[in-house]
């Protein structure tokens, strides 16, 4: 019977979408650098042997908001051969929000969730080294994020709350 059929299907979890994995192994990976890892710091090291490159720290939020210092943050150089943009986000629908756009306008082979931020600005709205002391709220900005990227997601984090 089509209900049921309707029924069971709407409860059932989405899908996530395949994607094309990165490969770290034997390469070397430019990690996002704070206020260092800008585009031609970026170029410099790609020209020196650099595999895979990561832009700055942006803030979802204000990626959501159409700041355009933020979205800076995220331009590719076409000698980028693999490129990711890391983000940090609070809320599961704000990082859901954020990768829509970046799938949208980004030009990215990955998405890094920044979860070792200790700045008091990201960690006090939730963001960056405070999700390492919440589990289901990563779960929700991590599965909020895949559901809306083709590429993957990784996570950068500390060693340890105290480290």
């Known amino acids: 019977d089509a209900t049921e ?18 490969d770290f192994s034997n390469k070397i990976y430019v990690a996002p650098l704070t206020t260092v890892g800008n585009l031609p710091f970026r170029r410099v090291l790609t020209r020196l042997g650099a595999d895979i490159t990561c832009g700055e720290m942006a803030l979802a939020q204000c990626l ?8 800076a943050l995220l331009r590719r150089h076409k000698e980028e051969k693999c490129f990711g943009v890391q983000i940090s986000a609070a809320h599961g629908d704000q990082m859901g929000r954020c990768c829509e756009l970046i799938e949208q306008y980004g030009d990215v082979d990955f998405v890094d969730l ?7 600005l990201v960690c006090s709205k939730g963001g960056g080294a405070a999700l390492m002391r919440r589990r289901a709220k ?9 559901r809306r990227l083709s590429c993957p997601m990784t ?8 480290e």
């Open 5 to 22: 059929a309707g029924a069971s299907t709407a409860s059932a979890p989405p899908v996530l979408k395949e994607r094309k994995l990165v």
């Open 64 to 71: 959501v908001d159409g700041q355009s210092s933020e979205w």
């Open 114 to 120: 920044n979860m070792g931020c200790p700045i008091d």
């Open 138 to 146: 990563v779960q929700d900005i991590v599965s909020n994020g895949l």
């Open 155 to 162: 996570i950068k984090m500390r060693t340890g709350w105290d």
